[in-house]
C-alpha cells in the first residue's frame, strides 16, 4: 500500500522546504517537488507542517510505585501519545523486587506493553542494586535491544556514589548510555521529614523539600563522576532549575561532551505557584515546579542547544483518587503528573509560536536528537528516505484551548487546563498508518512492535 502525503511544507532539524514524501508499507521511500504515483492514496496537507513523528523518551507507563500504580496502561497511555503526535516511546521501567535481575523487570514489561501499545516502544533498563552480575547484564540488555540503564539518586532504590561509577564505566565500555533522576536523597529526607515534623504538610511542602540546590549538587555529583569514568556518556532527566543548567555548563566548559540534558513542558511552563492552588495536589511531581526565573532559564538553554530532549515523564495518577492521599501529607501523594499528549502542541504553542524557539529546534528535541541519544535513529525520529513513515501534520494556523475533555489517557485531569493554544495536530501516521486524525485515535490495539535499539550515537 502507497501513501503520498502531498505540498505540505517539510521540517526537520535543519531544513524546510515545500515537498511531497512517498510512503510504501512502512517507509519512506522518496521525498520531492512533485511526486507522482497513480497506485498511492493521497494525503493533502497544503498549508500544513510535516514533521517527523515524535520521540518520548521518558514515560511511565502503568509503572508500580507501591502505594499505588500509573493509570494509563500501555494501551491508554500510547492512545494518548498517538493523538498528540508521539510515534515512539521508551520508558522507564520501574523498580522491581530487591535483588532482581535486569531482565526481570524486562520480561514483566513485554507483558505489559505486548498486545497493548499502539505506537512503537522501547524501555529503559532500572539499576536497583549494583554487582558484578548486574555489571555483566548491562551488556547482555544492551544486545537485547536495551543500550540504556536509569539510575535513581533518590528514592528506595537510589545508588550511592561507587555504584554510579561502576555503571558509568560499563556502559562507557559498551557504547550505552546511563540517565539519571538527581535529587540528593539525604537532604530531600531530611526536609520532608523536618516540615512534616512541623505540621508543614499541604503540597507547597513537596517542593520546600526538593530546592533546586538538591537537585544540582546531584547533577554536579553525577557529572563528575561521569568524568572521572573518562566522559562516560550521561542524560539528564527532567533538568528543571536555572542551577542544574549552570553544573552542566561548568562540566561542558571542563571539556565534558558526553553530556545530555533532558526537560519537560512542566518545567517549561509551570511554576510553584501551582501547588499554592486548591488543585496543587495534581502538580506533585519530583523534581517539583519551580520558579518564572527557571521556566525562561530553560527556554534559553533549549533555544541555545544546551539541552538536547524535552520529554514529558508522563506519570499520571487521578487527582480524585491517588493524589488525593496526599491531602493531610504531601509525602504520601504519590509523585507524577500526565503530559504524553500534550507535549507536542505546547512546545509548538508556546514554543515556536511565541518566538521561543525555531521549528527546527522543535524537531531535534522533540523527534531527532532522543532518536539519535538512544539509539533510534534513523528509524526513528527523521523524515529520510528508509526510515520509518512516522510523521505528524501539524496546523500552524489553528487555535484553540486545550481541555481534559479534548485527552485520550485514562487520567481525570490536564496539567495544563485551560490554556491556549496556537496549532492543531491533524494527522498521524506510523510506519505509514494513520494512527490519528483530527483528534481521534484511528488505529488498533497491539499494534506498537518494540523497538530493539542499538547503542547511542553521539549528538
Ligand atoms: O514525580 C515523578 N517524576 N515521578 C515519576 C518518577 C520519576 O521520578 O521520574
Ligand atoms: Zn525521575
Ligand atoms: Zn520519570
Redesign the pocket.
Known amino acids: 500500500m502507497k501513501k503520498l502525503v502531498k505540498n505540505g511544507r517539510i521540517f526537520t532539524e535543519s531544513e524546510d522546504y515545500l515537498a511531497d514524501l512517498l510512503i510504501e508499507d512502512e517507509k519512506i521511500v522518496s521525498i520531492g517537488a512533485r511526486l507522482h504515483d497513480a497506485d498511492a492514496e493521497i494525503i493533502d496537507a497544503a498549508g500544513c507542517y510535516v514533521l517527523p513523528g515524535a520521540v518520548d523518551v521518558?514515560t511511565?507507563m502503568d509503572?508500580d510505585v507501591g502505594i499505588s500504580r500509573a493509570v494509563d496502561d500501555f494501551y491508554d497511555g500510547t492512545v494518548a501519545a498517538a493523538c498528540g503526535g508521539t510515534t515512539s516511546i521508551v520508558d522507564?521501567m520501574a523498580f522491581g523486587p530487591a535483588g532482581v535481575p535486569l531482565h526481570y523487570q524486562f520480561e514483566v514489561y513485554k507483558k505489559l506493553a505486548e498486545g497493548k501499545a499502539v505506537i512503537d516502544y522501547g524501555f529503559h533498563g532500572t539499576a536497583q542494586h549494583v554487582d558484578a552480575d548486574i555489571l555483566a547484564e548491562l551488556e547482555t540488555m544492551a544486545a537485547d535491544g536495551i543500550p540504556s540503564v536509569k539510575a535513581?539518586l533518590t528514592?528506595g532504590f537510589k545508588l550511592n556514589d561507587a555504584d554510579v561509577l561502576q555503571i558509568l564505566q560499563k556502559m562507557k565500555e559498551i557504547g550505552g548510555i546511563t540517565a539519571f533522576?538527581c535529587e540528593n536523597h539525604d537532604i530531600v529526607e531530611y526536609l520532608k521529614q523536618k516540615h512534616k515534623s512541623e505540621g508543614k504538610t499541604s503540597a507547597v511542602w513537596h517542593a520546600k523539600s526538593r530546592p533546586n540546590l538538591a537537585e544540582a549538587e546531584a547533577v554536579q555529583r553525577v557529572l563528575k563522576l561521569a568524568r572521572m569514568a573518562g566522559d562516560a556518556p550521561v542524560y539528564i532527566?527532567?533538568l528543571s532549575c536555572k542551577e542544574s543548567l549552570e553544573a552542566v555548563r561548568e562540566a561542558r566548559r571542563q571539556g565534558q561532551k558526553q553530556i545530555f540534558v533532558e526537560t519537560c513542558p512542566q518545567y517549561l511552563l509551570l511554576t510553584e505557584e501551582c501547588y499554592t492552588r486548591e488543585d496543587g495536589l495534581k502538580y506533585?511531581?519530583?523534581?517539583p515546579l519551580r520558579t518564572k526565573e527557571d521556566c525562561d532559564a530553560l527556554w534559553k538553554g533549549l533555544a541555545k542547544g544546551e539541552i538536547q530532549a524535552v520529554a514529558t515523564?508522563h506519570?499520571p495518577f487521578h487527582y480524585a483518587k491517588e493524589k488525593q492521599m496526599g491531602k493531610d501529607d504531601f509525602t504520601a501523594c504519590p509523585?507524577?503528573?500526565p503530559g504524553v499528549e500534550e507535549r507536542l502542541i505546547l512546545l509548538y504553542s508556546e514554543g515556536v509560536a511565541k518566538g521561543r524557539l525555531t521549528m527546527h529546534r522543535l524537531v531535534e528535541t522533540l523527534c531527532t536528537s532522543p532518536s539519535r541519544i538512544y539509539g533510534l535513529y534513523p528509524q526513528k525520529g527523521a523524515l529520510l528516505p528508509g526510515a520509518d513513515a512516522d510523521l505528524v501534520i501539524l496546523n500552524p494556523d489553528a487555535s484553540g484551548v486545550l481541555t481534559h475533555s479534548q485527552m485520550h489517557g485514562a487520567v481525570d485531569y490536564t496539567a495544563y487546563e485551560g490554556m491556549k493554544i496556537q496549532g492543531e495536530i491533524r494527522l498521524v501516521m506510523q510506519r505509514g498508518n494513520v494512527i490519528a486524525k483530527d483528534g481521534r485515535f484511528t488505529r488498533e490495539k497491539g499494534a506498537g512492535r518494540f523497538i530493539h535499539r542499538t547503542p547511542h550515537t553521539n549528538v
Open positions: 521518558h511511565h509503572l522507564h535513581y528514592y533522576h532527566v527532567h506533585i511531581m519530583s523534581p515523564d506519570c509523585n507524577g503528573a
